[in-house]
Nanobody
């Protein structure tokens, strides 16, 4: 089992940037990010395989968000640029032994989430 701890959320103005971090307790997992707005289903944002050589994005975030990882630190990052008010959500880190790509819906492990609020 792996523990995932997110950080880096907060309040930012539209057009601004934030970088989310997710520290994993260990293991060799594909990792990614999902987000959820109250009353809506959790949606896929981005994923990265264990080596970091393959990345996957939701079409609506492609070009604005970048996922990366530092396996020496057991940490995955989500750099979010050109943020929009509709990016406001709780962002969740996820991990799984298998890389599922952009069709990923049910990670084996979840973090607790970090809130991102983008003001207009």
């Amino acid at each position: 089992q792996v523990q995932l701890v997110e950080s880096g959320g907060g309040l930012v103005q539209a057009g601004g940037s934030l970088r989310l971090s997710c520290a994993a307790s260990g293991g060799s997992y594909a990792m990614g990010w999902f987000r959820q707005v109250p009353g809506k289903e959790r949606e896929f944002v981005a994923a990265i395989n264990w080596s970091g050589g393959r990345t996957y994005y939701s079409d609506s975030m492609k070009g604005r968000f970048t996922i990366s990882r530092d396996n020496a630190k057991n940490t995955v990052y989500l750099q979010m640029n050109s943020l929009k008010p509709e990016d406001t959500a709780d962002y969740y880190c996820a991990a799984d032994p298998i890389t599922h790509g952009s069709s990923w819906t049910r990670p084996l492990y979840w973090g607790q989430g970090t809130q991102v609020t983008v003001s207009s």
